[in-house]
């Protein structure tokens, strides 16, 4: 089912003057979705862009029960491994970086699993949904480095060629059925269980303690900065409500309404490159 605004919804601006004044005050804390990605040639689930609406993400459910399924997703995303691999930081993770570096934010949680604030430079990013760069095993426990698996599915499926012309936030893409009826799975190299990439797939929990890490960031912050994101679902959803129940100003920069704009003292419509690189030179100045 497809979320639909509704409710109070804050009107929108293009000037940052109130992000600048509450980011310069330091103690920022970052919360980014797939809208930032969108300009390192990323496409979002829900956004302008958005892919959900012609495409349904794997659930942890049918990964785990289905081997067809298994396939079907490791087919798919070692397709679309190549084109997340190949992604560099915008300029959006650029600013991120350097108002990170210059001591105006106390942390970044990021719902992204692409790897590119850390690519930009960022320190310390909790990635709360995971990261597509590791592989973990269902048996062991494992972890391995997706480039690691990918050599191993490219010598599994020597002639396994396909293309895709659109690749999605978790490296999905589409495929037709013949396309993937004849691609091999390959097991853990320790144990033998199955491959799973270290995300949190649609369906799954995010780990406990990783909630709690990211609270305690929010409860810590002088503001949260919502970057790119719809807040559609609530892994990212409850921070901004816990952010404005403690009185911390939530300040979002998004292409379009999201679902947390009730909670938010400002939503900025700006290109989220531009809106960034803007603020990084004017509190340089």
């Known amino acids: 089912m497809s ?27 970052v919360l980014s979705g797939a809208g930032l990605s969108t300009e390192s040639g990323i496409p979002d689930y829900r956004g302008r862009s958005g892919t959900l609406r012609r495409h349904t993400p794997m659930t942890y459910q049918e990964f785990v029960a289905s081997e067809p399924g298994r396939q079907r997703y490791w087919a798919r995303s070692h397709v679309g491994w190549r084109t997340i691999a190949r992604a560099r930081p915008n300029d959006g993770h650029r600013a991120v970086a350097r108002l990170a570096k210059a001591g105006y934010l106390s942390g970044v949680i990021t719902q992204n699993v692409d790897g590119l604030h850390q690519a930009a430079g960022s320190p310390d990013v909790v990635e709360l949904h995971g990261s597509l760069d590791r592989v973990m095993c269902l048996g062991c426990r494992g972890i391995s ?26 490296g999905d893409v589409e495929l037709a059925d013949e ?20 995300v949190v797939f649609f369906g799954e929990n995010v780990p406990p303690e990783r909630v709690r890490q990211c609270y305690d960031l ?68």
Not at 10 to 27: D, K, M, N
Not at 244 to 253: D, N, R
Not at 256 to 269: L, N, Q
């Open 179 to 198: 396309v993937v009826r004849d691609f091999r799975l390959v097991g853990c190299l320790d144990c033998g269980g199955i491959l799973k990439p270290d």
């Open 145 to 170: 480095s997706r480039p690691e698996l990918d050599e191993r599915l490219r010598a599994a499926n020597v002639g396994f060629d396909a293309v895709a012309t659109r690749v999605n936030p978790d």
């Open 218 to 285: 929010v409860e810590r912050a002088e503001s949260l900065l919502v970057l790119g994101s719809s807040l559609t679902v609530m892994s990212g959803l409850r921070f901004v409500r816990h952010a404005a129940k403690l009185g911390i100003p939530v300040l979002i920069i998004n292409q379009g309404r999201t679902r947390g704009d009730a909670c938010a003292s400002v939503r900025v419509e700006r290109p989220l490159g531009a809106a960034l690189t803007e603020i990084v030179d004017r509190l340089s100045t």
């Open 3 to 29: 979320w639909t605004p509704s409710g109070p919804a804050i009107p929108h601006t293009t000037s940052l003057a109130a992000v600048i004044r509450a980011v310069e005050r330091r103690g920022a804390v």
